[in-house]
């Protein structure tokens, strides 16, 4: 179900009416019904999966911190739900594709379960962060339910951490004014990402890539900076969609983006891309494998492989492994200047060294968004090889995604530098007309055909 469908529409209708009709203490229920609607709608079967997974790790919690005095009983219990979890996903996820590289075809293939990367995740940092003593487990399994399956955030994040999502449901919805007129106005700008400028590009991006070895250079250019906005307006317009929705019901959840393509280097590109995800990794996986706390050669390392596992994440495929060794290879190269030459060097802070430094970045990420696009090394690489070396100009017909690209970084340059979000929601009116102005630019400018989020298949 995607949030800019009727059948959504008449979900979310539903949930507002019967939050209303119903006393507040069916809040949970109702939110947790709407849940398991909204995610049965893809796949029913599926759904039991995502219910088997939340009653793992609720009872697991429980185990763990009642045995926390025993180390190794404690260990054993979070040892088993991180097999379960991660056993489940490897399953649907990488077993065939395993498989396949060792030589064997087994004449089928799995479905997808929808968002098990996000909520698998999710389950995950709840029981470690109980065997860490950071939280106490819950004691009620619908809050626990909710938590895992909150349908704004199920199937694409933000990944949530239970001491900032658990909390709100126990607590129960902030329902304010200015959460209503926020909550459309953050949800409208994701909607106008989303079907202006995310599938307009997509739809550019899908017909140069599908004849890229008869594409000039000039359109495998245009179309790989397309696919990085194509990304960023997609994946981003979920989550803005998802936390206007969220804030609709009276919920916060944590911004994922903040404005990446104008990171001065790749390690401020990871802290403002998929943030959530980023910090996940952080905490779960490169902190525990030593972080950068035993000299250079470890910790160079712990990166490569933390943004190997990032890569492996996103899909099994090869060339999100090799996504993901470049990025390591680009923060390790940041790293290494850091420590080798010093924080200053190259860190000029005038306006023209910002633009060189944001435009090298934005450049390092596109460079590794052709292998995340692609659908094999082949193609990547034949694509790079055109780019670099084809030295053709001619064009397709790029001027309508071209003009677009320039529409958005304006756009989004007036929302970084000049505040424009902050003055519009600070004004009730000034919210209502960018609400109604996005609505109906949506409905017109909007590409006809509804497409799925890109890190649905995630």
Request: hydrophobic fraction near 50%; glycine fraction near 6%.
């Amino acid at each position: 179900m995607l949030f800019h469908t009727l059948e959504f529409i008449l979900l979310f209708g539903i949930t507002l009416l019967a939050r209303l009709i119903l006393p507040k203490n069916f809040e949970r229920i109702i939110l947790l019904i709407a849940s398991y609607t909204f995610y049965a709608w893809w796949s029913v079967k599926f759904l039991s999966l995502l219910v088997f997974s939340t009653l793992i790790d609720y009872f697991a919690a429980k185990l763990i911190f009642r045995n926390l005095k025993n180390k190794n009983l404690a260990k054993l219990f979070l040892i088993i739900s991180l097999i379960i979890n991660l056993g489940i996903l490897f399953i649907f996820k990488y077993f065939i594709w395993v498989t396949k590289l060792g030589g064997f075809n087994l004449g089928f293939n799995l479905v997808l379960p929808l968002g098990i990367s996000f909520y698998t995740f999710q389950s995950i940092s709840y029981t470690i962060d109980v065997y860490r003593k950071k939280i106490l487990p819950e004691n009620s399994l619908l809050s626990y339910a909710l938590y895992v399956s909150f349908f704004p955030q199920l199937v694409a994040g933000p990944i949530e951490r239970s001491d900032t999502l658990l909390p709100q449901i126990n607590r129960g919805p902030k329902l304010i004014n200015s959460f209503i007129v926020s909550g459309l106005s953050i949800f409208i700008w994701g909607f106008v990402k989303k079907v202006i400028f995310g599938d307009h590009f997509g739809n550019f991006v899908n017909e140069i890539y599908s004849i890229h070895n008869s594409a000039s250079s000039l359109d495998l250019l245009l179309a790989s900076y397309a696919f990085a906005f194509q990304i960023y307006c997609d994946f981003s317009g979920y989550t803005d969609m998802a936390r206007g929705v969220a804030r609709l019901l009276g919920y916060e959840m944590h911004k994922n983006f903040d404005s990446p393509y104008f990171a001065q280097n790749i390690r401020e590109f990871w802290q403002k891309w998929h943030m959530t995800l980023s910090t996940w990794f952080r905490d779960y996986l490169y902190i525990p494998l030593g972080g950068n706390r035993s000299g250079t050669p470890k910790e160079i390392f712990n990166i490569i492989l933390t943004m190997l596992i990032a890569g492996l994440w996103h899909g099994a495929n090869l060339t999100f492994l090799v996504w993901g060794a470049l990025h390591g290879l680009y923060i390790s190269i940041f790293h290494l200047k850091n420590k080798f030459l010093g924080k200053d060097f190259l860190n000029s802070q005038n306006i023209f060294a910002k633009f060189i430094k944001i435009f090298l970045t934005f450049n390092l990420v596109t460079v590794g968004w052709i292998f995340f696009r692609s659908d094999s090394l082949k193609q990547a690489f034949d694509i790079l090889h055109s780019i670099v070396f084809k030295s053709d100009w001619t064009t397709l017909q790029w001027e309508t995604s071209f003009t677009l690209m320039i529409i958005f970084v304006c756009l989004i340059f007036l929302r970084r530098y000049f505040n424009v979000v902050r003055i519009i929601t600070a004004n009730n009116f000034l919210n209502w007309i960018f609400i109604w102005v996005g609505l109906f630019s949506s409905i017109i400018f909007g590409a006809l055909q509804k497409t799925d989020f890109i890190y649905f298949q995630f």
